[in-house]
């Protein structure tokens, strides 16, 4: 039996397909790249474009034939209202053609059960930072739990849209990382952490507003936004207790967060993973593998249930195939 998992949160048409062991046979990804900001009405007409081309590709990529998928997973939430229906709509109509079971996943649990299949870590504290979500997440009690999140914007849509800003094209973040290199010099910005939460969207009026050089304001944002996930993902372990970072999310591409959460997890007798490049962003693998374990532990989403939702809360979801 093949799973095949459609991710459709945000900007990307995500289409994977996976066995049963987890073996990923085809992992496609089409995205839409707005010069402006994201118009959600727009991306969903580029998901709903791609989606029967892109398919194809990923059953010819992966060698299978249509009769040998048995489960179709997608992603129910949370995301923006148009790509979520348009992407949820083609995964009704994908099961019911093949008459086989539909599993609606949430994709930010998606992000650490792929990490939990594609890396050695078991339970960990996930920091996932992408364009959208900014979340520190980990499992407790039967659930996965938000210990802290973005007040605001996205750390992502933070660096996209101060590169929109600054005439850097979309997405700003691994051009932000380069011009960050080229600077030593920390300008002050508002540094942001309140309890375990932070907030961006100080930081970037105040970056906005700065008459600084450029590659300087691209490190100082990056020093000061990546100093505040770590002491937050640093709290979650300590109130946790466990011992393990799992990075997830878009911005996790970036190294000098990479490096500043390894030193973190280092000194604190901790150990950070990331999954592969194309399975920190999103991506249809992770949705398939997800709706794959929750289908093992009894799952299924009739498509009276099948419903979106757009701000779907990560703990709202019964964590039924972990003990
Ligand atoms: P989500 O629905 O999870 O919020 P998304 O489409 O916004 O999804 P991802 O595909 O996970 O997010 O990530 C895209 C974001 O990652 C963009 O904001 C982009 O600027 C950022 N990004 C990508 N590479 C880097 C990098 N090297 N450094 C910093 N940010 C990066
Ligand atoms: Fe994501």
Redesign the pocket.
């Known amino acids: 039996m093949y799973i095949v998992g459609l991710e459709g949160?945000?900007?990307?048409l995500g289409i994977g397909i996976l066995d049963e062991k987890g073996t990923i046979l085809a992992n496609l990804m089409k995205t839409y790249k707005p010069k402006e900001g994201i118009h959600p009405r727009e991306a969903a007409n580029h998901h709903a474009k791609e989606f029967v081309p892109t398919l194809e590709e990923a059953i010819s990529k992966a060698g299978i034939v249509r009769s040998d998928i048995g489960l179709v997973a997608f992603s129910q939430g949370p995301?923006l209202g148009p790509c979520l229906r348009t992407v949820a709509t083609a995964a009704r109509a994908l099961a019911l053609s093949l008459n086989v079971p539909l599993v609606g996943v949430n994709?930010c649990i998606a992000h650490i059960e792929v990490g939990r299949l594609t890396t050695d870590c078991d339970d960990p504290v996930l920091l996932y930072a992408?364009?959208?979500?900014t979340q520190i997440i980990a499992f407790t009690r039967g659930k996965y739990r938000v210990f802290g999140e973005t007040l605001d914007i996205?750390i992502?849509?933070m660096?996209?849209k101060f590169g929109r800003e600054n005439g850097i094209p979309f997405?700003?973040?691994?051009v932000?990382?380069k011009k960050a290199k080229k600077s030593n010099s920390l300008i002050d910005l508002p540094y942001s952490v309140k309890g375990m939460d932070v907030s961006f969207s100080g930081i970037l009026t105040a970056a906005l507003n700065s008459k600084a050089p450029m590659n300087d304001l691209c490190f100082s944002l990056q020093e000061t936004t990546f100093a505040m996930l770590t002491e937050v993902t640093e709290r979650a372990l300590a109130h946790t207790g466990k011992k393990e970072v799992l990075l997830g999310?878009?911005?996790v591409?970036?190294k000098r967060l990479r490096e500043m959460v390894e030193v973190m997890t280092e000194e604190r007798g901790a150990k950070a993973y990331a999954p592969p490049g194309p399975l920190?962003?999103?991506n249809g693998a992770m949705i398939g593998w997800t709706g794959f374990v929750m289908h093992k532990a009894g799952s299924e989403t009739p498509v009276e249930k099948s419903g979106v939702i757009q701000n779907y809360r990560t703990d709202e979801v019964d964590i039924t195939w972990r003990k």
Do not use: K, M, Y
Not at 9 to 12: E, G, I, L, Q, S
Not at 171 to 174: D, E, F, L, Y
């Open positions: 949160t945000a900007h990307t995301g994709h992408s364009g959208g979500n996205g992502g849509n660096l996209d997405p700003a973040g691994p932000i990382e999310g878009g911005v591409r970036n920190c962003v999103d």
